[in-house]
């Protein structure tokens, strides 16, 4: 496993939230990053699909993490919008982030959720967002 | 305690996300819904605020939950975008939700989110997206 | 007329799109601008309504400038998003933009569109975006 | 020019905005749809470059064109987000939009903006946003 991924592996498990929902990062080079989370039964809402609020998290932390990736570690997401497709079924969701645009402050990412079903990946829903590197002394949320 | 809030909090206890972050409906009337999330250690990201994801769902949900009040209980967020303002620390997370504008098939809704740090409520994301009734045959996800 | 509606029109006199579309600034304090634009027959699409393009912009700019009233003159509107509620026809168009949040650098806010038909107002459109202050020396666009 | 291209272009030419703008339908295909707008002087803002509110209304109306690709000509912007990324100098823009996803009701697109400088693309907008079918009884603004 190479340096990259293995640091963003130590990030991503530094966060209480994200080892709670059981993500985890499969991919992460600059431009790049790619969160899948095995689907659980409570990651569900009442109709057995995998509930919104996860899929949001999964989008939000691939947009924050490929930010990390052209802007260095101490980034958080400002802003993002998502905009759900289909119902999401299956045994694991994979959020892949790609980076837009950059500049030395500030990155804009999209990220595109798929759910896997049967081995098969299907589009369940895309974002778009901003990114902003902090500065150390005012860190904030993922 | 009046029906329709009885009504939305059976809702809200059948998604097993919303019982696995610890969601609570404390306010729910035509036009208002306020989600409240006690503040958890695996709520958290690295730096020990709330994690973005969970501020995420909290207006998502707060939407659909605010939407589900005019459109009836067969409802889904379509999509919605989000700013985060600052930094979460404090006890307790607290999603105001209000209808904008509703017509038979959909509503666009705002949502601001507080998080309420020794007893002071501080407003720390705001949210707008739109709201859509399913039908009984495509019910999808909250 | 106060100093600071003054300068706030000099400043929507100096954009040619502004002058072209036939905006103009009847509210400007800290935390609040008002944009109104006189419906004229250019401004529509086929249907004979506003052209959501025209809508867009008095968000846009609505927002770019209440931004100004907290972060100074240099401003952009970074991003925005809108949600368009029902079709406007009528006589003028109405766009009301406040801040939500400010630090040094950037503002979020957001921006109600209303038209004005027969002497009454019905809301046709919501906005949310964040803008920011740029350097002199990137002076972007507006 | 194909059949569809032209009727593209027809209904470009009765949107007076559209004509007021300059708009061009450059390419319209399912799926698909280009618009370009030559940079004219009075498009721009204060600083030269073009004004933040004609990049809106070319995604706006590049989402709306390429949305009518799939669910035919009654079609409508519901809401859409869009991140500027860079003033945009030079002799034309080019928005470029696709269909993410589309049922029978609404399709989900993306929209990329470019401005043409000494012969150069340059991406200087990104958008996303809901498309949605209208009724005959009920057409609204493109």
Partial sequence: MDDLLQLGKQALASQPF????????????????????????????????????????????????????????????????????????????IARATVIYSSKTQAVCRCDVFVVDEGEERLCAVSQGTIARISQSSEAQA
């Fill in 18 to 93: 994200s080892v709670f929902v059981g993500a985890e990062l499969t991919g992460f080079s600059p431009g790049w990053a790619e969160l899948t989370i095995p689907i659980t039964p409570q990651l569900k809402q009442q109709h057995g699909f995998v509930h919104g609020g996860v899929i949001s998290y999964a989008a939000d932390n691939a947009l924050t993490f490929v930010g990390g990736t052209v802007l260095g570690t101490a980034v958080v997401t400002s802003e993002y919008k998502i905009n759900y497709l289909r119902p999401a079924t299956g045994t694991a969701l």
